[in-house]
């Protein structure tokens, strides 16, 4: 990827959270010499480039860092280590964020949104806080973005309470995107919507992203959703990028077993004349990360694991052109695929 194309740019990012410890604990600590709490990792060593105008879709179970990686690109939590960049500028210096230039859009808009202020004025507050429209244009500029995410201006004098889900929601990506954002990123935005809605809600987004040539980070555990808005995709495992590449080599042929065990797990309904496809779990319990295990993460649920998966972590290195992998057993496992997906 050339240097000018590194529009998003990760750094060697992580994340640790260290444990607040009461003052029996501390007491207890003290008099037994133990040594300082590590804390839980909920992200480590994460590089990255996104291009301008792409869409990079994050996906994982449920624990796995996805949405702590999200906040620190949006500089609502600080890295622990490593640098988060967007077009060239440091997003965060000094414990603050440095710019209005990415906004968040979160799974919960009714918890998003201030329920004693009338929806209008929170779309408002942030363009009207940071001189992007004079006071006196601000309502007009409102009703402008009501118009552009499919809502009728008349209802910016309403409060949340008063909206549907979705409704809510797609206030929640205007006020978003009244502040011009150059990265935008979107944390769970349609899991709890329902589904005739996520449709309606991802339309809009891709709609928007079209015509504003918004640059995205899309997190979901929804791979159907991930692979229909993506252009690349991220597979993160326990604070680990696991796998990086264009979204459809990345489902047609996965280079890592994370990759494959996630895309195996998702339940599909069997076309007629098909065999029926059989639901496949993936087996055992997410470790810890209080507590991850040695060497690679996924070893003691991964099927090909070995002594030197145990005892050495991956890198996250190339194995394709344009794909990254984190897995010793990459090339064997991405011509596997290749070989399931000419068959």
């Known amino acids: 990827m050339k240097p000018r194309d590194q529009y998003l740019k990760v750094e060697g990012v992580s994340k640790i959270f260290s444990p607040r410890l009461n003052l029996g604990e501390k007491i207890a600590r003290t008099l037994t010499r133990s ?7 909920a992200v480590s060593d994460v590089s990255l480039r996104l291009p301008r105008g792409q869409t990079l879709g994050l996906v994982g179970e449920s624990g ?10 949006a500089g609502i939590h600080e890295p622990s280590s490593g640098e988060v960049r967007l077009d ?26 201030d329920p004693r202020m009338k929806v209008g004025d929170a779309v408002a507050e942030g363009p009207v806080l940071h001189g992007l429209v004079a006071p006196a244009r601000a309502q007009s500029y409102v009703e402008g973005w009501f118009r552009r995410v499919g809502l009728d201006p008349s209802l910016s004098h309403r409060y949340p309470h008063q909206f ?20 935008l990123i979107c944390d769970e935005p349609v899991a709890s919507l329902d589904v005739s809605i996520q449709a309606q809600v991802i339309n809009l987004f891709l709609e928007l992203r079209r015509e504003l040539e918004l640059t995205c980070v899309f997190i979901s555990h ?22 990086l590449g264009e979204t459809a080599q990345v489902f047609d042929r996965p280079a ?35 507590n991850p295990p040695p060497g690679c993460h996924f070893a003691p649920r991964c099927p090909r694991a070995t002594a030197r998966c145990t005892a050495e972590a991956p890198p996250l290195a190339p194995v394709a052109p344009a794909r990254e992998a984190a897995c010793h057993f990459a090339p064997d496992q991405l011509r596997e695929a290749a070989t399931r997906h000419v068959a």
């Open 164 to 183: 549907s889900g979705g409704q809510r929601q797609r206030i929640a990506i205007a006020r978003a995107l009244a502040m011009q954002p150059k990265l």
């Open 88 to 113: 060239g500028l440091p997003v965060m210096e000094h414990g603050k964020k440095t710019t209005t230039a990415v906004q968040t859009v979160f799974q919960d808009p009714f918890a998003s949104l």
């Open 64 to 73: 796995c860092g996805k949405s702590t990686l999200g906040r620190l690109l």
């Open 256 to 290: 890592h077993p994370y990759t494959a065990a996630l895309l195996d797990s998702v339940p599909r309904i069997a076309a007629e004349g098909e065999a029926l496809v059989e639901f496949k779990p993936i087996e055992g319990e997410i470790p810890s990360p209080l």
């Open 222 to 243: 929804d791979l159907s959703v991930v692979r229909h808005v993506s252009d690349r995709v991220a597979v993160m495992y326990l604070g680990r990028i696991v796998e």
């Open 35 to 41: 040594a300082a709490p590590l804390g839980l990792q």
